[in-house]
């Protein structure tokens, strides 16, 4: 949980305050959380301790978590009980009341390890929380509460002194994810302090998880947005300059909140980040006080989207594979589950669910990066099931698995998510193919399937050629007559299996496209 040689000072006595006293070292709430590594977060000042709980279905046991509240998200989340007529309460769905319900509770600290909510519609109001939360007390707390004092008095003295001498170091030692709080101060009053995105994501990079709110809020209201550069699911897309570098700025309107704040969410998952996915800098909601507007700021990539490179440039056989492994591992990682373990956060599977040439970024060197994760699914290992109850066939009909266009894909099981990915990467490895020059020749850019459906194709026109004919992209003959562009071949077909189980990994496709790319004797 901590590094092993920290000094016990610094560590055990801090620690043993907050644990048990709920002391906090932070001005901010401290809640109980069942998905972080030390069990707590920070909701930060003004922010609230949640209890969701959510109906699994069946005979399987109700899923209970624990989580942190900021308060900036409240606000969101408030709004959002007010659009559904309600009164404004601290709960995520109005909408899905019989299957997920939330409390929050403002104080003292890990508050919300005894809440219970029940399906009941909820009726919290804000200025409720606070007696439903002290009613789910139990004597053993009171008497913690009780004790406290005294004991906070007696060691106070004593840890003070021990932590404001030795602790200056070792800080970050328990500094635990997007803690908002003094860490980050400095760096907003210095408005003219030179450090770039770069250098800044690097400094938090070992929290994990991305910038901390308030520096992801300073940040945002520092940008000017220039022109729009495209146009995304749900809002358009921006060039914006921030201290003279280059961002990009996607707004969504108010009423996609859901869309950002999902998106927001799975960028900030623990240990996402990796050079082949979008790197994302800040999420912030802008509110004039009759308009919110709300922004989500990643890197920018002049080359823009895969779908545009592949339609202005040619590649050689390096930068084929150039393209294709980068995007791989981009894929492969988000596919990955990594373990956690004492000293390092894990990283739970993600699923893209709306992979396409036109979510695939091109960088200035050649390499590609994925982008747009607003459709993305986690794999929750503790229940084995979905984060999320996922809607049915969202995406790009174009890019749908076949499983997917017909309805028989299992919502329940992750791995399905992942094998409808790499059916799109299939595809994608066609379309970066075709512009594959060999000695002059080379196929005109062109989408999967343009040559049997329309530019709009329905659903109905999709499973009748992807499904009922079992149409695939065809495979030109020049393809035959060179060692890498048949390896490619024989990759997209294994991806694009009617059969979605016998579908390569991208662990697979990954090893074997650098394995094509070591021939090539490049080096990647
Ligand atoms: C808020 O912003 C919207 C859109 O930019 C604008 O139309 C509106 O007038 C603004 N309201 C106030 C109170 O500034
Ligand atoms: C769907 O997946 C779940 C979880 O892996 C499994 O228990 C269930 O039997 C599957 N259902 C079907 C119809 O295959
Ligand atoms: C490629 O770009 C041209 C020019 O912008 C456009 O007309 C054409 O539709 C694009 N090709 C495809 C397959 O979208
Ligand atoms: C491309 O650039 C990234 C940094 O932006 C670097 O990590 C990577 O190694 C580069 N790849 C190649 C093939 O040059
Ligand atoms: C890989 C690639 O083509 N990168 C290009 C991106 O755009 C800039 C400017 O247009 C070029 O200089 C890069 O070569």
Redesign the pocket.
């Known amino acids: 949980m901590l590094p092993k040689k920290m000094d016990i000072c610094c560590v055990i006595l801090p620690l043993l305050l907050i644990v048990s006293c709920g002391f906090d070292i932070t001005a901010g709430l401290r809640c109980y959380c069942s998905d972080c590594p030390s069990n707590e977060c920070d909701a930060g000042e003004g922010g609230r301790c949640v209890t969701a709980i959510t109906k699994m279905g069946g005979t399987r046991e109700d899923k209970i978590r624990y989580r942190c509240l900021k308060e900036e998200k409240i606000y969101i989340r408030v709004q959002e009980g007010k659009m559904q007529g309600g009164t404004p309460h601290c709960m995520v769905s109005a909408q899905k009341e019989d299957v997920n319900n939330i409390i929050c509770c403002s104080g003292p600290d890990l508050c919300n390890q005894h809440l219970r909510p029940t399906y009941a519609p909820a009726t919290v109001r804000p200025g409720d929380e606070n007696s439903e939360a002290k009613l789910q007390f139990g004597t053993a707390e009171l008497v913690i509460f009780i004790a406290c004092p005294v004991l906070i008095v007696s060691i106070l003295f004593m840890v003070l002194f021990f932590a404001y001498h030795q602790c200056q170091r070792n800080r970050h030692g328990y500094q635990l994810p997007n803690d908002a709080s003094q860490e980050t101060m400095p760096f907003v009053q210095q408005g003219q302090s030179s450090s770039t995105l770069r250098e800044m994501m690097y400094e938090y990079s070992g929290s994990g998880s991305g910038l901390p709110l308030l520096v992801q809020r300073t940040i945002a209201r520092q940008i000017q947005v220039r022109e729009t550069i495209g146009k995304g699911r749900y809002g358009e897309v921006y060039r914006g300059r921030w201290r003279g570098e280059n961002v990009a700025v996607k707004i969504f309107p108010s009423r996609e909140e859901r869309s950002w704040f999902r998106e927001a969410e799975i960028y900030q998952t623990v240990m996402l980040r990796h050079?082949n996915i979008l790197g994302f800098i800040a999420a912030d909601n802008k509110d004039n006080g009759t308009w919110t507007q709300l922004w989500l700021i990643t890197d920018y990539h002049e080359n823009g989207s895969l779908f545009d490179y592949l339609n202005r440039t040619v590649v050689s056989i390096s930068g084929m594979l150039?393209l294709s492994l980068?995007a791989s591992c981009g894929l492969a990682h988000l596919h990955m589950e990594i373990i956690g373990t004492e000293v390092h956060a894990g990283k739970p599977a993600i699923a893209h669910r709306d992979l396409k040439s036109k979510n695939i970024l091109v960088?200035?060197?050649?390499?590609c990066c994925i982008a747009d994760l607003g459709l993305a699914v986690r794999h929750d290992i503790a229940t084995d099931s979905v984060d999320i109850a996922p809607n049915n066939r969202v995406g790009t009909k174009r890019y749908m698995a076949p499983e997917v266009l017909d309805e028989s894909i299992n919502m329940t099981h992750f791995e399905s998510f992942k094998r409808a990915d790499v059916y799109a990467f299939g595809l994608v490895l066609w379309e970066i193919t075709r512009r594959c020059s060999l000695g002059g020749i080379v196929e005109e850019y062109q989408l999967p399937y343009y040559d049997m459906v329309q530019s709009d194709p329905s659903l109905e026109e999709m499973r009748k050629v992807v499904c009922e004919e079992k149409h695939r992209p065809a495979i030109p003959n020049r393809w035959h007559s060179h060692e890498s562009l048949r390896v490619m071949a024989r990759l997209m077909k294994e991806c694009w299996y009617h059969n979605a189980a016998a579908r390569l990994t991208t662990l697979r496709i990954k090893k074997t496209l650098a394995s094509i790319a070591n021939q090539e004797d490049m080096?990647?």
């Open positions: 050079e150039k980068s960088k200035n060197n050649g390499t080096k990647i």
